[in-house]
Nanobody, 126 residues
Framework: AKQLEESGGGSVQAGGSLRLSCAAY????????MAWFRQAPGKEREGVAA????????YYVDSVKGRFTISLDNAKTTLSLEMNDLKPEDTAMYFC???????????????????WGQGTQVTVSS
């Protein structure tokens, strides 16, 4: 059964914007911390941003601060990532993830999340 489903990827020129969405088919318990990860070819998967479904506290990796915004809708079932001023180094497959624990210092750990989507490709050309 579908648990997390991403959409919104695509190709854009440097400086452009994209908005990713992730539909969460999980119970409240199973989506207390929701995050976006990305993986470029030949690189490890890295945490980009996370948000607490309880407090809306948001966390970002330094390389996207000021450019990306993570958010949840009021029902806490759709996770979004607004990406502005995109750079070629942002090119990657982007994945949505969720876990049963509220977000904490562990949020960037790939192995910390129980649920994953299939990913959506983002390509930024120079």
């Amino acid at each position: 059964a579908k648990q997390l489903e991403e959409s919104g990827g695509g190709s854009v020129q440097a400086g452009g914007s994209l908005r990713l969405s992730c539909a969460a088919y999980l119970t409240d318990y199973n989506r207390q911390c929701m995050a976006w990860f990305r993986q470029a070819p030949g690189k490890e998967r890295e945490g980009v941003a996370a948000i607490s479904a309880w407090t809306d506290s948001a966390y970002y990796v330094d390389s996207v601060k000021g450019r990306f915004t993570i958010s949840l809708d009021n029902a806490k079932t759709t996770l979004s990532l607004e990406m502005n001023d995109l750079k070629p180094e942002d090119t990657a497959m982007y994945f949505c993830a969720a876990d049963t624990r509220d977000c904490g210092s562990w949020w960037r750990g790939e192995n910390e999340y129980n649920y994953w989507g299939q990913g959506t490709q983002v390509t930024v050309s120079s």
